[in-house]
């Protein structure tokens, strides 16, 4: 299995979680790069989760339903909470993000982790 950056799965996050962390069926965007995703022997790659609860925030970006990205409603990629998951999680491939969104999901992971500050 070689999931791509971009790339919109359904995965199981399993059935124990803590708190506010994501568990159950649902989708996911692929966020880490295609060079880890593809690398001989990689098990893992790194997502975003995908909710219809979102809301407008700096951290939540809007992707949309239709048949590009297999996704019956919108969802927003909430960006505070991105997973390394072994790919045996991953269950379908649903479609791909479109580019405008992806753009937006990876500024929105640099304002996460600090990266644009230079601190």
């Known amino acids: 299995m070689n999931p791509r950056r971009g790339e919109i799965w359904m995965l199981d996050f399993g059935p124990d979680h803590t708190g506010s962390e994501q568990r159950g069926f649902r989708p996911g965007i692929i966020v ?5 995703n ?10 975003v989760p995908l909710t219809t609860q979102g809301r407008p925030f ?21 960006c505070t909470q991105m997973f390394t998951v072994d790919k045996a999680r991953l269950k379908a491939r649903l479609g791909s993000a479109p580019a405008p969104a992806l753009e937006a999901v990876g500024r929105a992971l640099a304002a996460t982790l600090d990266l644009t500050s230079g601190r």
């Open 38 to 47: 593809l690398a001989p022997g990689a098990r893992t790659t790194i997502l």
């Open 58 to 78: 700096v951290f939540y970006i809007p992707i949309p339903a239709g048949p590009a990205t297999g996704l019956k409603a919108v969802s927003w990629a909430n």
């Open 32 to 36: 880490q790069c295609d060079e880890g």
